[in-house]
Structures are given as structure tokens and as C-alpha cells.
């Protein structure tokens, strides 16, 4: 499944728009990261911890909008757009959404 | 012990009335969605070739939906051992397919056949702590084309 | 060329029931914080049994001085005018404590003070160092001595055991790591959910404390009288007294009232024969 945060795909042409497809995902952290989150409060840099969690959550929000261009017959995800949203003190929401598409394979 | 007896009260109260607003929520969602059926909604910008004489009007539509006492407990307990919180899923799906219907409803009333280029934008009120309601507004928002030819000569149906 | 298909649902909604998710979780979270309970109380209770009794007296004399009501710890003279029918009332039952603490067998070095407060309060309680404070009002429902040796030996039990300062220590620490632990539920419900599973767990342990101070109270009077006529009175009066309402076993620091009584009754079925009461000394302002 093709994803792109584009319109036109080089060398591929759309034949059928489908629709918007959307992923969302709303994930806590734990206590641990938490604790070590307040340390480097003190200390600054990264919070390898939070990225980490940040990171699979947008992937499984991807991947749950790939999975409904897929169950409706889609082959790519174009106009792709990402957002994040603080729902709850200690959670964040990922949301992913875009239009699927058919692509015909036009590169000879 | 009154403590105790409150706060599973007020959990009972909240699952109660929680769950059952959140299947009525869905099932008039699912039916308004039939309906709507028509109005093709894109997150793309380029306009297809063939669009003929159209109009454009930016449409929008949005809803704050509230927790639940019940989720908010699950929440507190889920963050502290981490994972998807799956009571806030469903609230989150709810408030963004209604807020979608909204921006469709307006689209509609417009005359409109097609929404292209929808964004949604999430945020929270107030994020439920110390006693303050929590609740989450979806926002979303797209450019309608109007086709001239059925553009409402009467503003209001 | 251009059409909306609609996608499945269930896709970004879990079909998990909510209610099992929020038991399992709950269970789970509770599960842990007893667990925690249990280790941080025996850690608690095995290095309380390492401080000597001389320094649970400095702690006990420097906490108490704080307190007005007690003023000087050791009363060994009248306070002022007004004074002297309590004073009296003191030293007899400093008297009477230091029997029982020899008929119970204290290790070298633990002594018992009294503190005799002349007030309604319908309680007695022991605390660090050996202190045991009696109230007035307490001592207004007892017939007679035996009655009064029951409490009086239930007390010393506490202390022998170091029951005061297993408490204390578990109450810190069990207080501590709820403390570290508080906040990062994002909810005071939740923070105080978890409070309760915890103190449910602590007050199982008061209550162990309180059995075995019983046991230990009742063989203490068998020894010293010979027999336990009587020793039942002050928890029958009790008895009827909260009949009104007593919290739910689970929520509460000391047994079931009614099973106190039991335990007495059944203790003099098995032990020794049934014997005269001693009367409490007549010159004393202690049944008004």
C-alpha cells in the first residue's frame, strides 16, 4: 500500500478516488516514563521515552488507515496529513488521514 | 467509607448513562451517514478536470463531546500502566464521523455535491483535571463545490 | 471516477468491553499496590523488632512533650490544687500496671508509665516508649478490677509486642510510597481508589495486632487472678453500645466487637475455674 502526503504519484495514474480513509489511536505513557520524564525536566534533552511511545503510536494510526483503504479496495493513501492532540492529561491522541486511491501502474 | 460509596456511584452512573448515550450516539451516526451518503468528501486539493461551472464555499462543522466519570477513571488507571486507552477511541471516532456529518450537513444546505481539500483539527477544552469537565472538539472543515446550475435561489429550505 | 466507499467498522474502535478492560486493569493495579503493602509492612515490622526500647523511649518523651494534656511526662507529684483525687487515681493504676506487666513477663528494661487523663473519653491506648494512657470515661464503665485488667493487660500486650512501633513504621512507610506513587494516576479518584485498597490491606494488620493482644491479655489475667470472670464486661458494654452501627469488618482496626466476647467466653471454657471478683479500691473517684 502506497502512502504519500502528495497528489500526484510520479509515473502512476489515479483511476479511482475513493473516498477519505482516517486512523486515530489514543495511547497513555506509564508510570516509569513519567519519572524519567521529570528527571530530565531538570537535566533538559530528549525524552527518548516519549518519542519512542509518540512514534508507535503514529504507526499504529497509519496503519488503521491503511487498513480501511484496504477493506474498501483501495491500493494507495494519497494526501496524507498527521495530527497530534493532547486529549488527556498523560495521553495523546494520533490521528491519521488521507484519500484512497486506485493507482493504475502506468510506468512501462 | 462514603468516600467509597460516592465514587461507585458515580462510576456506575457514568458507565450507565456513558454507554448507552455512546450507542445511540452511533447508530443515529451510521443512519445520518447512509443519508449522506452522496456527498463525496475528498482530503485532496486538485479538483478533477471535468468539474464543470462550480462554485466554492469553505464548510465546516464541529462538536464538543464530554467524558464520561467512567472513562476518566479507566483513563487514570491506564495511565499508569501505559497502553491505548480505548474508552477515549471511541469517543474520539464518535466526535470526529459527527463532526464530518456537520460539515456535510452545511455542504448540503449549499447545494453542494463534492467537499475537496477536509481537515479535521482536534482539542481539547480542558483536559479534565482537578474536578473540571473533561471534553474533546473536533473540527472539520473542507471547500464545497456548489454547482451553478443548482445553486438554491431561496437562502433556507 | 470519483466515489466515497465507506470503510468497516471497528477499525479504530476496539470491540473489547469496556468492563473487562477497566477490571482487568483494576485488579491488576490492586493486586500490585497489595502486594507492595504486604512487603513494605514486613520490612516495616522486621526492622522495627532492631530498635532498642531505650531509643523508642527518647523518640516517645520528645513526641510527647509536645502534647499539653500530658505536660510532664512523669507525674510523680500532684500538678496543682484540684489535682490530687486524679493523681491518686494514677498511682493506682500505675500500681496495677506494673503487677500485670510482671505477671506478663516483660523483657528487661520495658516498663510500663501510665498517664491517667481526667476526661469523658471512653478509651485507653498505648504508644511509643511504653506510655499507655487511660481516659476517665473509660473507667467510669468498669464494675470492677477485673474489667479494668483486661484493658490494662490488652495495653501491655501492645507494648510487649512493639506493636507502636511496627505501626508507626508501616504507617511511614506504606505512607511514603503512596506518596511517590500519587499524582501519576492524572486523577484524585484514582489516587484515592488506590488510598483504599492500600488502607484495607493496613487495617487487615491492625487487626492481627489486636487479636493477639487480646490472646496475650487473657493469659496475662489468668496467670495474675487465677481465673477470667469478668474480663468480658467493657467489651459487652461496648457492644451495646455501637449495636446503632459498627463499620464493616474489612474497614475497621479492631475485630468484630461480638468476636472479642467470643474469644473471652471460649478462653474460660478450656482454662481454670471461675473465681471472686476484686472490687476497685472504694476511696478512688472512679465510678461516678
Known amino acids: ?40 525536566n531538570i537535566f533538559g534533552g530528549e525524552l527518548v521515552g516519549y518519542t519512542e511511545l509518540l512514534s508507535e503510536a503514529r504507526e499504529e494510526a497509519t496503519a488503521r488507515m491503511v487498513a480501511q483503504a484496504a477493506a474498501i479496495g483501495a491500493n494507495a493513501v494519497i494526501n496524507v496529513r498527521y495530527s497530534t492532540s493532547s486529549v488527556t492529561a498523560g495521553a495523546a491522541e494520533l490521528f491519521a488521514y488521507g484519500t484512497a486511491v486506485i493507482l493504475d501502474n502506468d510506468r512501462a | 467509607m462514603l468516600d467509597l460509596g460516592i465514587f461507585l456511584t458515580l462510576l456506575v452512573l457514568g458507565y450507565g448513562f456513558g454507554r448507552v448515550a455512546e450507542s445511540r450516539h452511533f447508530r443515529s451516526i451510521i443512519e445520518k451517514e447512509r443519508d449522506f451518503q452522496d456527498l463525496l468528501t475528498f482530503s485532496e486539493r486538485t479538483l478533477p ?67 475537496f481539500n477536509v481537515k479535521l483539527e482536534t482539542a481539547s477544552i480542558s483536559k479534565g483535571q482537578n474536578q473540571q469537565v473533561g ?11 456548489i454547482p451553478t446550475a443548482a445553486r438554491p435561489v431561496a437562502s433556507g429550505v | 471516477m470519483y466515489e466515497n466507499r465507506p470503510p468497516p467498522e471497528g477499525i479504530n474502535v476496539s470491540d473489547e468491553h469496556p468492563l473487562k478492560d477497566f477490571f482487568i486493569l483494576f485488579g491488576g493495579i490492586g493486586v500490585a499496590i ?63 500496671a506494673d503487677r500485670l506487666a510482671d505477671a506478663q513477663g516483660l523483657p528487661d528494661g520495658m516498663g510500663i508509665r501510665v498517664h491517667y487523663v481526667d476526661d469523658d473519653t ?15 470515661g473509660l473507667l467510669e464503665k468498669l464494675p470492677h478490677e477485673n474489667a479494668l485488667a483486661m484493658v490494662m493487660a490488652h495495653e501491655i500486650a501492645h507494648i510487649k509486642h512493639r506493636d507502636p512501633l511496627v505501626a508507626a ?27 483504599q485498597v492500600a488502607t484495607v490491606t ?71 475455674t471461675t473465681g471472686a471478683l476484686t472490687a476497685l479500691p472504694t476511696n478512688l473517684p472512679l465510678a461516678r
Open chain 2, 49 to 115: 478536470t471535468d468539474i464543470g461551472d462550480v462554485d466554492a464555499a469553505l464548510v465546516g462543522g464541529n462538536v464538543v463531546i464530554s467524558i464520561d466519570y467512567f472513562k476518566r477513571i479507566a483513563a487514570g488507571l491506564r495511565s499508569l500502566v501505559g497502553g491505548r486507552i480505548g474508552a477515549y477511541e471511541s469517543l474520539l471516532e464518535r466526535a470526529r464521523r459527527e463532526a464530518v456529518l456537520r460539515m456535510k450537513q452545511e455542504a448540503r444546505a449549499k447545494g453542494a455535491t463534492m467537499i
Open chain 3, 34 to 96: 497489595v502486594i507492595l503493602v504486604i512487603a513494605l509492612s514486613f520490612v516495616a515490622g522486621w526492622l522495627g523488632r532492631f530498635v532498642p526500647f531505650e531509643v523508642e523511649k527518647k523518640w516517645a518523651q520528645k513526641a510527647l512533650s509536645f502534647s499539653e494534656s500530658v505536660g510532664d511526662v512523669s507525674r510523680s507529684e500532684p500538678q496543682g490544687p484540684g489535682d490530687d483525687q486524679p493523681h491518686a487515681v494514677q498511682l493506682y493504676l500505675q500500681d496495677l
Open chain 3, 122 to 136: 471512653v478509651n485507653a491506648f498505648a504508644t511509643l516508649g511504653g506510655n499507655v494512657f487511660v481516659f476517665g
Open chain 1, 1 to 40: 500500500m502506497l502512502v504519500s502526503n502528495i497528489e500526484f504519484i510520479p509515473g502512476k495514474k489515479i483511476s479511482k478516488h475513493l473516498g477519505m480513509v482516517q486512523g486515530n489511536t489514543v495511547r497513555a505513557k506509564h508510570a516509569g516514563r513519567d519519572i524519567m520524564a521529570g528527571l530530565k
Open chain 2, 135 to 145: 471534553s474533546v472538539e473536533v473540527y472539520a472543515y473542507g471547500t464545497a463545490l
Open chain 3, 202 to 272: 493496613v487495617l487487615k494488620y491492625s487487626r492481627n495486632q489486636e487479636t493477639a493482644a487480646d490472646i496475650a491479655a487473657m493469659a496475662t489475667l489468668d496467670r495474675y487472678y487465677g481465673h477470667l470472670s469478668g474480663a468480658e464486661v467493657l467489651f459487652e458494654a461496648l457492644h451495646e453500645h455501637s449495636q446503632s452501627y459498627e463499620p464493616p469488618i474489612f474497614l475497621s482496626t479492631h475485630p468484630v466487637t461480638q468476636q472479642r466476647i467470643d474469644a473471652i467466653k471460649a478462653y474460660r471454657r478450656h482454662a481454670s
Open chain 3, 169 to 195: 513504621g508501616r504507617g511511614l512507610t506504606v505512607g511514603l510510597a503512596l506518596a511517590s506513587l500519587a499524582g501519576l494516576g492524572n486523577s484524585q479518584a484514582v489516587d484515592a481508589a488506590l488510598g
